[in-house]
């Protein structure tokens, strides 16, 4: 009895993640297109038929693009707090009443035997919110979008088996690249995404010795590069004392590629 999960994909273009215990299986966010999706689960070796539900983060594209093909398909259960319903309404389609569910922030549902608490993020989107998952005394935190991680955050993350968490940008690329200055204002900002400097400090705060396992998500891919994240964030660490490639492994993640089905031990 134990969680497994994979990072289906992770990157401006689309996310998904999908977790799973003996008995439930649960996708994050749908930001690929259907036949994406599908294709992403027939990789990781899981019949989406077999989906208890699907939680949403928030209604950026890059979470939802494929979400109400998805549940329309495999007729799946949708659970999103009452702002980003009404904000995605108009993108996903018509769904029926059974499959719309309501899950509000700084709240903790029960899915068979996992545990899932909410919790909101700073990000430019109506009411964005990520999550832990919790199953036999295993711990898997969900923690991307977000302009900065407060205390409140930490609080709720903290010492978990894995993460998965955003190092969006190199901030010398964003400074540097060739995105208008709005935009880049946008993502340096407290409601944009969190660099690798900032991700691995965040870090630092909230990683305890059952930490195993960190996979750095959302890239950018203008702004960013595997190496650069991994060595940046690792170079963080190491600098306060956390044995990275020892105690703990940092993963990658891709836009295109599921990372393996990983067991948390």
């Given amino acids: 009895m134990t969680l497994r999960f994979s990072v289906l994909a992770s990157g401006s273009t689309?996310?998904?993640?999908?977790?799973?215990?003996?008995s439930q299986k649960l996708l994050v966010d749908a930001g690929l297109s259907g036949k994406k999706m599908d294709h992403?689960?027939?990789?990781?070796?899981?019949?989406?038929?077999t989906l208890s539900g699907i939680l949403v983060t928030h209604e950026h594209s890059d979470h939802i693009k494929?979400?109400?093909?998805?549940?329309r398909k495999y007729n799946l259960p949708i659970y999103a707090n009452e702002k980003t319903w009404k904000a995605m309404e108009g993108s996903i389609g018509k769904l029926?009443?059974?499959?719309?569910f309501y899950f509000e922030m700084e709240e903790v549902k029960t899915f068979g035997d996992i545990e899932v608490e909410s919790f909101g993020v700073s990000h430019d989107a109506a009411e964005p919110m990520f999550y832990t998952f919790r199953h036999d005394g295993k711990k898997v935190a969900l923690v991307t979008d977000l302009g900065?991680?407060?205390?409140?955050?930490?609080?709720?993350?903290?010492?978990a088996d894995a993460y998965i968490f955003e190092a969006n940008h190199d901030v010398e690329m964003l400074r540097m690249g060739r995105?208008?200055?709005?935009?880049?204002?946008?993502?340096l900002g407290d409601s944009g995404h969190v660099s690798n400097d900032d991700s691995g400090l965040a870090l630092c705060d909230i990683i305890s010795n059952r930490t195993k396992r960190i996979y750095l998500a959302h890239l950018s891919q203008d702004n960013n590069m595997k190496d650069l994240a991994r060595m940046s964030v690792g170079n963080v660490l190491g600098e306060r004392g956390i044995?990275?490639?020892?105690?703990?492994?940092?993963?990658?993640?891709?836009?295109y590629q599921p990372t393996t089905l990983y067991e948390v031990g």
Avoid: M
């Avoid at 992403?40 to 038929?49: A, E, W």
């Avoid at 991680?149 to 010492?159: A, F, G, L, M, P």
């Avoid at 995105?179 to 993502?187: A, D, F, L, T």
């Fill in 14 to 22: 689309g996310n998904a993640f999908y977790i799973e215990s003996d």
């Fill in 40 to 49: 992403l689960f027939r990789q990781v070796q899981v019949d989406p038929k």
């Fill in 66 to 71: 494929g979400l109400g093909i998805v549940a």
């Fill in 96 to 100: 029926s009443l059974d499959q719309k």
């Fill in 148 to 159: 900065y991680v407060s205390e409140r955050i930490k609080k709720t993350v903290e010492s």
């Fill in 179 to 187: 995105y208008p200055w709005n935009v880049k204002r946008r993502i």
């Fill in 243 to 255: 044995d990275v490639g020892h105690t703990i492994e940092l993963c990658d993640t891709d836009p």
